[in-house]
């Protein structure tokens, strides 16, 4: 059974925008936050953000603050990951995930749940 279903990567040039989203299920999302990792090509998985279950606190890792913004609409079941002012480094598969682990310096090892990936590329 599929629970998380990414969309919207692509080809962008530095500076530009790229919005992702996430369609999660009722039980990827009962296991705790929604959120994104990324994983570029040669490097290790790495947090991106995150939004709690409930009350929705969020949660970015240093890189991305300020330009990425993490939402939510509670009646489509998706999350969607708003990334502007792009860099070449930003250039990745970016992960839909569901569960716990999510914070800075983390690899994923908490979560329950993952999307297949969506790749988004930063022209310079």
């Known amino acids: 059974q599929v629970h998380l279903v990414e969309s919207g990567g692509g080809l962008v040039q530095a500076g530009g925008s790229l919005r992702l989203s996430c369609a999660y299920s009722?039980?990827?999302?009962?296991?705790?936050?929604v959120g994104w990792f990324r994983q570029a090509p040669g490097k290790e998985r790495e947090f991106v953000a995150a939004?709690?279950?409930?009350?929705?606190?969020?949660s970015y890792a240093e890189v991305v603050k300020g330009r990425f913004t993490i939402s939510r609409d509670n009646a489509k079941n998706t999350v969607y990951l708003q990334m502007n002012s792009l860099k070449p480094e930003d250039t990745a598969v970016y992960y839909c995930?569901?569960?716990?682990?999510?914070?800075?310096?983390?690899?994923?090892?908490?979560?329950?749940?993952w999307g297949k990936g969506t790749l988004v590329t930063v022209s310079s």
């Open positions: 995930a569901a569960g716990l682990g999510f914070y800075s310096g983390s690899r994923g090892n908490g979560i329950a749940y």
């Open positions: 009722e039980r990827a999302s009962s296991s705790g936050s």
């Open positions: 939004m709690s279950r409930g009350v929705g606190t969020l």
